[in-house]
Structures are given as C-alpha cells and as structure tokens.
C-alpha cells in the first residue's frame, strides 16, 4: 500500500489543521491506519489510530480533546484533525497503515507495515 500525507504547514498556535493520507489500496477493510508523529531528536509517537471497518478510534491520551482521525471509505483517505495547536506539535506527522494490528499493538510502530512519507507541521507560539 502506498500512502500519501499532506496538509502541514507552517502554523499559529491555538489554531487547527486537517491533515490527509490518501492510500493507494483498493479496499482498506482489514486494516488499521493510523497517524505518528516525530519531532526532532525524539521517538516516533502515537498520534490516533482508526479501525477501517466500523472507525473504532483510538487515541494517544495527551490528543484526546484536541485531535480527530477520521476516514472517508469511498475516497481511501484517512485525515486528521488538529485543534488547539501548540508549539509542542511541531513534528513530521506520518499515517501508516497495517493488517495485523490489534487494540493491544496498536500504538507501536512497529505493528505498521506500511508508511506514507511524512508532513512537516510547525506551530509557531
């Protein structure tokens, strides 16, 4: 599958942002795709995952309130909705996508097979 994430952008804080991650697959209905993020010198970190079939979401605790991960089925585009921006959110925001995740792996990266390339979001205080 190839993923493809856009929307960053150069951004105020206490602004949002809707970032996409469209997917080349023809049917996502046995994966989880998620989104990660990754600021400088730091890990890759949980952002939201959502379960294609049915769009069970799950949510890292520090974006619950301030994030929304939606998907739209007929488009094969996952997006993510950021609120209430901080400087703290400066990061590369990836999506991922897997088939062999479960609610207990997924939040690890290393669940994903497959990875978009990245969009650069910097919140300016």
């Known amino acids: 599958v190839q993923l493809q994430a856009s929307g960053g952008g150069l951004m105020q804080a206490g602004g949002s942002l809707r970032l996409s991650c469209a997917a080349s697959?023809?049917?996502?209905?046995?994966?989880?795709t998620a989104w990660f993020r990754q600021a400088p010198g730091k890990e890759r970190e949980f952002v939201a995952a959502?379960?294609?079939?049915?769009?069970?979401?799950i949510y890292a605790d520090s974006m619950k309130g301030r994030s929304t991960i939606s998907r739209d089925i007929a488009k094969n585009t996952m997006y993510l909705q950021l609120d209430r921006l901080k400087p703290e959110d400066t990061a590369i925001y990836y999506c991922?996508?897997?088939?062999?995740?479960?609610?207990?792996?997924?939040?690890?990266?290393?669940?994903?097979?497959?990875w978009g390339q990245g969009t650069q979001v910097t919140v300016s205080s």
């Open positions: 991922a996508a897997g088939t062999r995740i479960i609610l207990s792996n997924s939040r690890n990266p290393g669940a994903y097979q497959d």
């Open positions: 697959t023809r049917s996502f209905n046995s994966y989880y």
């Open positions: 959502i379960k294609w079939s049915g769009g069970t979401t």
